[in-house]
Protein backbone atom coordinates (compact mmCIF):
# COMPACT_ATOMS: atom_id res chain seq x y z
CA UNK A 1 0.00 0.00 0.00
CA UNK A 2 1.14 3.58 -0.97
CA UNK A 3 0.45 5.77 2.59
CA UNK A 4 2.30 8.84 0.84
CA UNK A 5 -0.55 10.71 0.68
CA UNK A 6 -1.69 10.07 4.40
CA UNK A 7 1.96 11.84 5.86
CA UNK A 8 1.43 14.75 3.07
CA UNK A 9 -2.37 15.47 4.70
CA UNK A 10 -1.53 14.73 8.19
CA UNK A 11 1.14 17.78 7.86
CA UNK A 12 -1.14 19.53 6.52
CA UNK A 13 -3.87 19.63 9.09
CA UNK A 14 -0.69 19.98 11.96
CA UNK A 15 0.59 23.08 10.12
CA UNK A 16 -2.94 24.54 9.89
CA UNK A 17 -3.24 23.67 14.14
CA UNK A 18 -0.39 26.03 14.27
CA UNK A 19 -1.72 29.07 12.43
CA UNK A 20 -4.64 29.25 14.13
CA UNK A 21 -3.08 28.68 17.32
CA UNK A 22 -0.54 31.15 16.21
CA UNK A 23 -3.28 33.50 15.40
CA UNK A 24 -5.52 33.12 18.37
CA UNK A 25 -2.25 33.72 20.78
CA UNK A 26 -1.80 37.10 18.37
CA UNK A 27 -5.60 37.78 19.34
CA UNK A 28 -5.17 37.30 23.00
CA UNK A 29 -2.31 39.04 23.70
CA UNK A 30 -2.53 42.35 21.35
CA UNK A 31 -5.85 43.30 23.20
CA UNK A 32 -5.25 45.39 26.05
CA UNK A 33 -2.60 47.79 24.43
CA UNK A 34 -5.55 48.98 21.67
CA UNK A 35 -7.76 50.23 24.33
CA UNK A 36 -4.55 51.91 25.78
CA UNK A 37 -3.60 53.34 22.74
CA UNK A 38 -7.15 54.24 22.40
CA UNK A 39 -7.37 56.43 25.39
CA UNK A 40 -4.30 58.09 24.62
CA UNK A 41 -5.13 59.39 21.10
CA UNK A 42 -8.44 60.24 22.64
CA UNK A 43 -6.67 62.06 25.33
CA UNK A 44 -4.50 63.94 22.35
CA UNK A 45 -7.60 64.93 20.75
CA UNK A 46 -8.81 66.96 23.81
CA UNK A 47 -5.90 68.40 24.37
CA UNK A 48 -6.03 69.57 21.28
CA UNK A 49 -9.66 70.94 20.88
CA UNK A 50 -8.69 72.77 24.45
CA UNK A 51 -5.29 74.36 22.50
CA UNK A 52 -8.34 75.56 20.09
CA UNK A 53 -10.41 77.30 22.82
CA UNK A 54 -7.97 78.40 25.25
CA UNK A 55 -5.89 80.34 21.67
CA UNK A 56 -8.96 81.83 20.94
CA UNK A 57 -9.90 83.13 24.35
CA UNK A 58 -6.19 84.52 24.91
CA UNK A 59 -6.32 86.14 21.96
CA UNK A 60 -9.61 87.63 22.68
CA UNK A 61 -8.68 88.65 25.77
CA UNK A 62 -5.39 90.78 24.79
CA UNK A 63 -7.11 92.47 21.43
CA UNK A 64 -10.36 93.71 24.15
CA UNK A 65 -7.47 94.70 26.51
CA UNK A 66 -5.52 96.43 24.20
CA UNK A 67 -8.68 98.03 22.29
CA UNK A 68 -9.32 99.71 25.97
CA UNK A 69 -6.01 100.94 26.51
CA UNK A 70 -6.04 102.35 23.05
CA UNK A 71 -9.65 103.30 23.05
CA UNK A 72 -8.96 107.21 23.68
CA UNK A 73 -5.68 107.31 21.83
CA UNK A 74 -5.76 110.19 19.14
CA UNK A 75 -3.69 107.61 17.21
CA UNK A 76 -5.86 104.58 17.58
CA UNK A 77 -3.68 102.20 15.50
CA UNK A 78 -0.31 102.92 16.95
CA UNK A 79 -1.64 102.88 20.72
CA UNK A 80 -3.26 99.89 19.83
CA UNK A 81 -0.36 98.33 18.28
CA UNK A 82 2.08 98.82 21.15
CA UNK A 83 -0.56 97.57 23.66
CA UNK A 84 -1.28 94.22 21.59
CA UNK A 85 2.65 93.92 22.00
CA UNK A 86 3.04 94.67 25.35
CA UNK A 87 -0.21 91.99 26.07
CA UNK A 88 1.31 89.85 24.15
CA UNK A 89 4.47 89.76 25.66
CA UNK A 90 2.90 89.27 28.88
CA UNK A 91 0.93 86.03 27.86
CA UNK A 92 4.08 84.81 25.85
CA UNK A 93 6.35 84.56 29.55
CA UNK A 94 3.12 83.30 31.00
CA UNK A 95 3.48 78.78 30.83
CA UNK A 96 0.14 78.71 30.45
CA UNK A 97 0.39 78.51 26.88
CA UNK A 98 3.43 75.96 25.70
CA UNK A 99 4.47 74.57 22.60
CA UNK A 100 3.11 77.24 19.95
CA UNK A 101 4.01 80.63 18.37
CA UNK A 102 0.38 82.80 18.70
CA UNK A 103 1.83 85.13 21.34
CA UNK A 104 5.14 85.60 19.77
CA UNK A 105 3.80 86.53 16.22
CA UNK A 106 1.54 89.00 18.35
CA UNK A 107 4.18 90.27 20.60
CA UNK A 108 6.66 90.90 17.47
CA UNK A 109 3.54 92.78 15.22
CA UNK A 110 4.39 90.20 12.46
CA UNK A 111 0.16 91.16 11.21
CA UNK A 112 -1.95 92.96 9.39
CA UNK A 113 -4.10 95.19 10.59
CA UNK A 114 -6.25 96.52 7.76
CA UNK A 115 -9.48 99.29 8.65
CA UNK A 116 -12.18 98.97 7.22
CA UNK A 117 -13.99 102.21 7.74
CA UNK A 118 -15.53 101.63 11.70
CA UNK A 119 -14.20 98.36 11.67
CA UNK A 120 -10.38 96.76 11.53
CA UNK A 121 -9.12 93.58 10.80
CA UNK A 122 -6.08 91.87 12.32
CA UNK A 123 -4.42 89.12 10.62
CA UNK A 124 -2.19 86.15 11.34
CA UNK A 125 -0.96 83.78 9.57
CA UNK A 126 1.40 81.42 9.94
CA UNK A 127 0.74 80.13 13.53
CA UNK A 128 1.55 76.60 14.80
CA UNK A 129 0.74 74.70 18.00
CA UNK A 130 1.81 70.97 19.15
CA UNK A 131 0.07 68.88 21.41
CA UNK A 132 2.48 65.57 22.21
CA UNK A 133 1.51 62.42 24.05
CA UNK A 134 3.31 61.52 27.53
CA UNK A 135 6.32 59.76 25.79
CA UNK A 136 6.56 62.18 22.88
CA UNK A 137 5.63 59.18 20.18
CA UNK A 138 2.59 60.50 18.94
CA UNK A 139 2.02 64.40 18.02
CA UNK A 140 -0.52 66.72 16.89
CA UNK A 141 0.73 69.80 14.62
CA UNK A 142 -1.91 72.05 13.87
CA UNK A 143 -0.61 74.96 11.11
CA UNK A 144 -3.57 77.49 11.29
CA UNK A 145 -3.77 81.50 10.77
CA UNK A 146 -6.48 84.11 13.12
CA UNK A 147 -8.90 86.68 11.41
CA UNK A 148 -9.48 88.75 14.39
CA UNK A 149 -12.36 91.59 13.90
CA UNK A 150 -12.76 94.54 16.11
CA UNK A 151 -13.95 97.73 16.81
CA UNK A 152 -12.82 100.64 18.60
CA UNK A 153 -15.59 99.24 21.76
CA UNK A 154 -14.96 95.58 21.48
CA UNK A 155 -14.16 92.11 19.39
CA UNK A 156 -16.57 91.41 17.03
CA UNK A 157 -15.39 87.95 15.91
CA UNK A 158 -11.78 85.60 16.18
CA UNK A 159 -12.26 83.01 13.79
CA UNK A 160 -9.04 80.33 11.91
CA UNK A 161 -8.63 80.81 8.42
Known sequence: MNRKGHIGTLLLVVGALILVTTALYSFYSFGGKVKLKDSEFKGLSLEAKQNNF????????????????????????????????????????????TDNNVFAKLANLDYSLINN??????????????????????????DFGLKIVFTKEKVVSVDYI
Open 54 to 97: LIKEGVNKIVLGSIVLSKNSVEFELAFNNSLRTLAQNERISDKY
Open 117 to 142: GFQYTLEVNGLFYKVKSSDSLNIINR
